[in-house]
């Protein structure tokens, strides 16, 4: 492996440090340090909302650690004002540790490197979804000393207290319930210091008020579609109690509010009906407000329980309901293995059309869609994209989330295009952008000329004429 930056400038850069006293004491390699990983500037300047949002796996961990007395030091690549200023960041640490997504892959390995000519003799240690799911990649690249696949609660402190100990990849242990996680130091998660992010609280992102807290209640959905199918790779693990979520919330408020707005991270919300219920008693009561919420579902079961669905967003402030249509094709739906069909999909339009319309009329805020929407998906015809925008257009109130399928490690589908050779997605470009190409044979040229409105005669043939608005 090869550095980005030339030795030249590492020469510069040590000589830099010999007349550094604050950072030769550094160089000593005493010093544990967790890199926050994500588009590099993104906190400097103004980005989308998404792109600064916190990461959960980090923030727990090192409250972990923390409790059990092991101090890292915190910077966050989103931070950079250019990657020539990482090796200063860096020098000095004896670890670097790092929560790496596939989407995260190239800035990891990139981080790895210039780590390694910084501090030859230091350790970088990485665990995350991406170890998880494809540690072939990353015990290719030698840059990565310790590689921790699954859940790290039970091993982060030996690993940094004792890195030798453990093989160079190995499986972590995470706690069995949710409700053994503490409560998360979000003081642990880098402050960008801007005047327009509330940290230890969150930006906005056009759903609602800041600040934004954002939470995780369950770490796993259950259904299989084919290119997520998470729970083959993330073990199940049971939710957080619906107090110890509103606990949260009202701490947050308290200590860092007040709370504009909330957003419910978990890939799938809207399970379990139990729990929903216990949620749709409490929520409205026991928090210090109702504070809207974006949150996801799934077509087939709010089709298959309607009455919980209408509850929960009439009284409990849902009024961002994520749900994953991703295609109007039933001959998609069954390629995705998505188990629901372009009926559940209408139904839950329908529905949440009506309930908007109704809350519209009594004078008060109605509910919006963030649909979840997959193009560019191998196998899918001209003939069903056109049918999977003219379902976009039924929705009244949207937010439309619309990208082109990307086949990420882990997912069945994934796994098998990465066999065949046809994903584009590389360790250099995880192609981590919508309208990114991902998929070799897919017809881009196409799919762009759809999105930017070439089509729209074909799309408005099919609709009724309520939905051409
Ligand atoms: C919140 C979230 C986001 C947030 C991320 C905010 C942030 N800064 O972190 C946002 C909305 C921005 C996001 C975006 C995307 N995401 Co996302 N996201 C999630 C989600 C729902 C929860 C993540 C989380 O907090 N988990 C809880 C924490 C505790 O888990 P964790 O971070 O994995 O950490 C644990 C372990 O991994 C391990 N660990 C982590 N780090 C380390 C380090 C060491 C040293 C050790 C020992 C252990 C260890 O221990 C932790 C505790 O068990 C997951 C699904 C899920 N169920 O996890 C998807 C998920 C991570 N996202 C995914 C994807 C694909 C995306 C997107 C590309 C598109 C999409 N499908 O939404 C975009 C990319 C955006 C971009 N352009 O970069 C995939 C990743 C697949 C992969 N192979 O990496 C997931 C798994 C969803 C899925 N099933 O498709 N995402
Ligand atoms: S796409 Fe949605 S419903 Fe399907 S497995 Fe992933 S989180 Fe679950």
């Known amino acids: 492996m090869k550095s980005f930056h030339g030795k030249v400038f590492f020469v510069n850069f040590l000589s830099f440090f010999s007349h550094n006293p604050l950072q030769s004491r550094r160089t000593e390699g005493h010093g544990k340090l967790w890199l926050d990983l994500g588009d590099p500037g993104v906190f400097r300047r103004s980005g989308g909302p998404q792109d600064r949002w916190q990461d959960h796996g980090m923030g727990l961990l090192r409250t972990i650690l923390k409790k059990e007395g092991v101090e890292t030091d915190m910077f966050s690549l989103r931070s950079l004002r250019s990657w020539d200023q990482l090796p200063k960041k860096l020098a000095g640490y004896d670890q670097l540790v790092m929560n790496v997504r596939s989407y995260t892959f190239p800035f990891a390995y990139k981080a790895a490197c210039t780590f390694k000519e910084v501090n030859p003799r ?11 799911v494809s540690p072939d990649e990353m015990e290719a690249s030698e840059v990565f000393d310790r590689i921790c696949q699954g859940g790290g609660e039970k091993d982060i402190t030996g690993l940094l207290k004792d890195p030798l100990a453990y093989p ?36 906005p992102c056009g759903w609602g008020p ?11 959905c259950p259904w299989k579609c084919v290119f997520c199918n998470e729970s083959s790779y993330i073990p199940n693990m049971k939710r957080k109690s619906v107090d110890q979520v509103i606990e949260e ?24 009906p139990r729990w929903l219920e216990e949620w749709l008693d409490k929520y409205p009561r026991k928090t210090h407000k109702p504070w809207p919420y974006w949150a996801a579902g799934r077509s087939d079961t709010v089709r298959q329980w309607p009455g919980l669905f209408e509850a929960l967003v009439r009284e409990t402030n849902w009024n961002t309901i994520s749900l994953g249509f991703e295609s109007g094709s039933d001959r998609v739906l069954k390629i995705l293995n998505k188990e629901c069909t372009v009926e559940d999909n209408c139904f839950a339009i329908d529905l949440l059309n009506r309930i908007g319309d109704d809350l519209e009329r009594q004078g008060a805020e109605p509910p919006r869609f963030w649909a979840n929407v997959m193009l560019g998906i191998p196998g899918e015809t001209r003939e069903d994209a056109f049918d999977t925008m003219r379902m976009v257009h039924r929705m009244k109130r949207v937010f439309k989330s619309i990208a082109y399928y990307a086949p990420y490690p882990g997912s069945a589908l994934g796994y098998q295009l990465i066999a065949e050779g046809k ?17 070799k044979g897919v017809d881009y040229k196409f799919y762009n000329e759809l999105l930017a409105g070439k089509h729209d005669h074909e799309i408005h043939r099919g609709l009724v004429a309520s939905e051409k608005a």
């Open 423 to 439: 994903s584009l997605m590389s360790r250099e470009n995880y192609h981590r952008y919508p309208s990114d190409e991902k998929v």
């Open 122 to 132: 230091g350790l970088v240690l990485v665990g995350g979804m991406h170890a998880t």
């Open 168 to 203: 160079r990849v190995f499986a972590g242990q995470g706690a069995r319930s949710m409700e053994d996680w503490p409560m998360l130091d979000r003081t642990l998660w880098p402050d960008p210091r801007r005047r327009d992010f509330p940290w230890p609280l969150e930006p």
């Open 249 to 272: 919330l009202n701490y947050l408020d308290d200590a860092h509010g007040p709370i504009g707005s909330v957003v419910i991270h978990d890939s799938m919300f809207f399970q379990q």
């Open 210 to 220: 800041a600040p934004v807290a954002t939470v995780v209640t369950s770490r796993v």
